[in-house]
């Protein structure tokens, strides 16, 4: 394990550069202390590595220092190839170059090592794209450009709910494609921020620098608001029962929202419940599409404002017309079937 960490801080330091203690430590799961005592050891080895203290000090490799390392176990080389998000690469334009950097890399590969890397990627295939997903409104290259050049952002953003897009200038950290879906991590005056990409309506980059706090990664921004995302408090305590036909697909949609599972899921009764929790009485809404499969059965208030919005909907189509600009000109109408 030690010379398989050694190996690690080498490629690190290769690739980044000067690097903190702390942060190789976090890195590979070990104390500050034993970081120090593996450079204390590459340095005995031969290696060109040394350690400055203070606030902007780091372990760091000596300048054109460079090593091949080409010892790639069957493991490493089988996980090369399984590489997930492949509809991620395509979004930024980056199919080309994936296809022929793994070319590269299996020429590159230890002899005994090929067939088991070519074996995986045949057998394993992990599409990390949406179902029917529509074109994004502003493309990944101009979010991508102010990432890599370190410039702050114009953006026309439209909030969920929203019926008119706001302004915003934000300092990026990066992007972020979670379960298909990509959003632009950014701080805006100091606070962290998450813009869904499929709501930006424009985007330009500026040229002003990018006002990044100091010492602070993407990952570290992103699993802030992801944590505030998955742990948003939900007060509204609402029960349910739902037709067990549809039981799965409710869990698909509303699952971020149950509380607690019904106990006979794997039983024969129509019906089954369970509890969710909301933040207000309009969330609620989003049983809607469930129709007639899914009864809430408390509290009141929440019955009485799906009551509201079906005789809305009700009311809208019973009036059996259609807006003066959608009618269709006379003699055009759509032939029947």
Not at 225 to 234: C, D
Request: aromatic share 6%.
């Amino acid at each position: 394990m030690k010379s398989d960490r050694l190996l690690s801080i080498l490629l690190l330091l290769q690739t980044r550069g000067r690097v903190p203690a702390h942060e190789l430590a976090a890195r590979l799961e070990v104390s500050v202390r034993t970081i120090y005592r593996d450079v204390e050891a590459l340095s005995a080895s031969g290696v060109p590595v040394y350690a400055e203290r203070g606030r902007h000090g780091g372990i760091e490799l000596l300048a054109g220092f460079r090593t091949d390392v080409t010892g790639l176990t069957a493991d490493e080389s089988r996980a090369l190839f399984v590489l997930a998000a492949q509809g991620a690469h395509a979004a930024l334009g980056l199919d080309e170059a994936l296809g022929s950097a793994l070319r590269k890399v299996m020429a590159a590969l230890p002899e005994p090592h090929r067939p088991g890397a070519e074996l995986a990627s045949r057998r394993i295939l992990v599409d990390a794209s949406r179902w029917m997903k529509g074109p994004l409104p502003v493309d990944l290259e101009v979010l991508q450009d102010a990432v890599f050049a370190d410039r702050r952002l114009r953006l026309r953003y439209r909030h969920s709910g929203a019926a008119q897009a706001r302004t915003y200038t934000v300092d990026p950290y990066g992007l972020v494609c979670k379960a298909g879906i990509w959003y632009l991590v950014a701080d805006r005056r100091g606070t962290p921020r998450l813009f869904r990409a499929d709501r930006i309506r424009s985007a330009a980059v500026t040229d002003a620098p990018v006002r990044r706090r100091p010492d602070v990664e993407l990952a570290d921004v992103w699993a802030v608001l992801k944590h505030a995302v998955e742990n948003r408090p939900g007060d509204l305590q609402v029960t349910v029962r739902v037709r067990r036909v549809r039981y799965d697909l409710f869990l698909r949609v509303i699952g971020k929202s149950v509380t607690h599972l019904p106990e006979d899921r794997d039983g024969d009764s129509e019906w089954l419940t369970a509890r969710l929790a909301f933040e207000a009485v309009g969330e609620a809404r989003t049983l809607l599409p469930f129709a007639d499969d899914v009864e809430v059965l408390s509290p009141p208030e929440v019955r009485a404002e799906l009551a509201r919005a079906a005789a809305a909907v009700t009311r809208l189509y019973a009036e059996n017309r259609l807006p003066a600009e959608n009618c269709l000109p006379a003699g055009n109408e759509p032939a029947q079937r």
